[in-house]
Every structure is written in structure tokens, then in C-alpha cells.
């Protein structure tokens, strides 16, 4: 009896050699560089299945200063959206994919920032404003920002925004030394093109109307002399190599006092993710140490109007919004904004113990705040302690929206078909103290990601 080659006899050990499957066939094309970026970075702004709300009116010059929208919501104007998108004002977490159209709140600190916009447009164009927002994870910090933006826009201002500090480093760009700097300053060549590029598009039509006053002499190209500077900008974003030469003239101009011949209006200078350049970033220098991120010649334009060092001479204001969800541990920056902040709201609530027992009240008052002090067993960094020395920089506080608001976004979501409960006092009350007092992020969760 004979047996098959493929089935061993009883006794005997047998071995099966199985030809390994080709992994790397099934998954299909490898995704291209930059690929997965572009799609996590990927904003939606506009939602076709969604309602389209009967009867609400766009955001206008008109109504910023209007108390009576106050818990409404007022859609952003077709060309303010392509402004806000080249800015990369949007953001992937704020839900901007599931209403019809962009849209946003009229809430306490909007209409403030109305009033704020349309002072400085007036007798106190000169003046410049440096302010840090604040405030727990959701609470709106981002949204501020972008409202503020949305106003620049509406009012003629030059906006520039740099949509998140971290990009700056966290190692992914281009850098090399600046020459003739000490301590050496770095440069980053390609994000200032990119910079350069988002300037020109989204201020085209004021920059368009603005010439230069006088040609730069020390520029590595011939320069038209009659140039607009929206055109000016768009050759520093065509070579990363002149980048920061045109950046700088660029500037010069837009900082210059304003003529009648040659009018410069305010400026809005905004970030976000403000910690993570308050702190060494990943890049190295020659001796192999770690650069901190105030030696970026781009961060340094930023830090010195901020910190007040240098001020907008056409007026203007710098924003700066720091960041819950995605933050380094930068206890310097915890400190000083905390001191700051207890400066300015003498009647707030009191402080948590940032560095108990090292809290001491700097007034004689038995009402009085404390003032945060340093801890002596905590290292602080030089660089961000001498950032956040002049006590004219506002810290404010971005709380909850009010039981009105929070109504009025309520009933927003229910004409667009995204909440299908009746909008009652009851329901108010309840997603109101679910979300920690109204915190608009948390009231979305509620209202419209969670479903129980």
C-alpha cells in the first residue's frame, strides 16, 4: 500500500513549507507625500443635506456693534469665507461641515470686539492693543479669533495669521542661520514664502490699492517702483530665497506712517497654539543644542509686538490665543499670564494654587486677589518671563456662553435639522449644565455628536 507524498505516514514527523502571500500587493498605492496632511487638515464648510435657515442675515460693518443680535447666529459673507480660508482661519474641530453655510454666534464677546474694532478705526487708530485669550478646552478660543479676523476683513484691516504656532516647531520646515546675527537668528525660508503667499491672497483687494511709497534699496531683485504691494508680496512667495528680504520690506510699508499719498491701514497680527513658542524647539543648532523658538527670526517679529517692545504705528491689534487640547508644559507661561490676569480682575473668583504655598498678596486689601509668585524649586524661562513683562498685555477669559446664547445656538441647530428635540427651557437647562455652564464645544458634543 502506497501512500501519498502530501500525507505523512503515522510516526513520522513531516514538514510544510507554505509560501508566504505578498502583503505589500493588497494594500494598493502608498499614499503620496503630503497626502495624509492635506487630509487631516481637510475643512468641509458646507453641509448640502443639511436645512437651510429662513431669514438669517450675513454679518456685516453694520451690525458689529448691534446688542440686539446678541444670541443669534449670522452667517459670514461669501468672500470674508475664501479670506478666512487662505488665513487657515478654520479649524477641523469646530464642526463647520455640518450646517449649510458658515456661520457663527453673536455672543457677549463678539459684540465687545465690534465696539473694540470700531473705536480703533476711528480717533484711536494709532493705538495698538496686545491681548491673549484664555480659557478651558472648548470654551471658544479659536472661534474668537476667527470672529476677530472676520471683523479685520469687513473693516479694511491687513490681517496675518499664523493658524498654529506648533508648525513653526516642531521641525517640518526648512531652516538655516541668518547671517550677521548674534545671537544667531534662524530663518524659515519656505514657511515665510508660504506666509508670504497667504498675505497676498487674502488682502488682495486692499493690497492691490496700495503701492509702494519708496523702493527698497538692499533687495537682491530690481523692484518696479510703482508695484502694488499685494504683487510685492507675491515674489517673496515665488522664491523661498528672497522670502524674508521682500517679508521685511513688505513690513517696512505696511508699518510706515500713513499719507495721504500712501495710506496704511491697522493691522491684525493673530496665532494660535501660542505655548509651543514659548519653549526650545526641535530644531538643532551647529554645536548640536536645541534652538529655542524666540531665536526664529519669525517668531521674534511676532514676540516683539506682543511683548510691547515694538508697537503698530498705525494701530492695530495682536492676538494671541493659547490652546487646552494640544499645549506643552511651559510653566513660565502658566505663571506669568496667571499674575497678568490676577492683575487685571482684582474681583474674579480666586486663583487656583499654581504654586501653593508660594501665594502672597501683593495689596493690603483682605479682598484682594493673590498674586501668583514663583516657585524658587521651579526652573523659568528668561526668554517668556521677559515676553510677558509689560503689564499692558490683556489676558481675557473665555467663559461659557450665557443660558440666551446657548438657547439661541439651540434653536440655530434645530432650523438646520441637526437637533430633532423641541428646544424647551427644560432641554436649555439641562445641556446647558451638562456642558460645564454653557462651553460651546461640550454643548455641541451634547446636542449633536452624542446620541443616547
Known sequence: MTTSKSTPQRGVKALFLKRKKNVNAAKGRPPAPGERKALRKRIVLSNTNALEVE???????ESMTD??????????????????????????????????????????????YGKLFEAMSGENSNKTIQRVLVGEKGSGKSMILLQAMTM???KKWVVINIPSAQDLTIGHTAYGPLP????????????ISNLLSSISRANAPLLSTLTLSTPPPSLPIPI????????????????????????????TELTSPSTPEHPRPPILMGIDDLGHIMKPTAYMSADFKPIHAHNLVLVRWYI????????????????????????????ALKLKLAQLEARQNPTRPALPALTAPFLLATTSSPHADPIPQPDPFTNYDEHVMSCFADERIEVQRIKGLSREEARGLMEYWG???????????????????ISGGGVVGELERGCLRMRI
Open 224 to 251: 518696479q517702483p510703482n508695484i502694488s504691494l499685494d504683487r510685492f508680496a507675491l515674489l517673496g512667495a515665488s522664491d523661498p530665497e528672497i522670502a524674508w528680504p521682500i517679508f521685511l520690506a513688505l513690513w
Open 304 to 331: 516683539d509686538y506682543l511683548s510691547g517692545a515694538k508697537q503698530l504705528p498705525n494701530g492695530g491689534l495682536v492676538l494671541a490665543a493659547t490652546s487646552e487640547s494640544n499645549h506643552p508644559f511651559v510653566p
Open 180 to 191: 550677521s546675527t548674534s545671537p544667531t537668528q534662524y530663518v524659515q525660508k519656505t514657511y
Open 152 to 154: 479685520a476683513f469687513l
Open 67 to 112: 446688542m440686539r443680535l446678541r444670541g443669534q447666529v449670522v452667517g459670514i459673507p461669501g468672500p470674508v469665507v475664501d479670506q478666512l480660508r487662505v488665513v487657515e482661519a478654520f479649524k477641523v474641530s469646530q464642526g463647520w461641515g455640518l450646517v449649510r453655510k458658515p456661520s457663527m454666534l453673536v455672543r457677549k464677546e463678539m459684540v465687545e
Open 415 to 433: 432650523k438646520s435639522g441637526l437637533l430633532r428635540q423641541t428646544v424647551s427651557e427644560g432641554l436649555v437647562g439641562e445641556k446647558w449644565t
Open 55 to 61: 431669514g438669517m442675515q450675513d454679518f456685516s460693518v
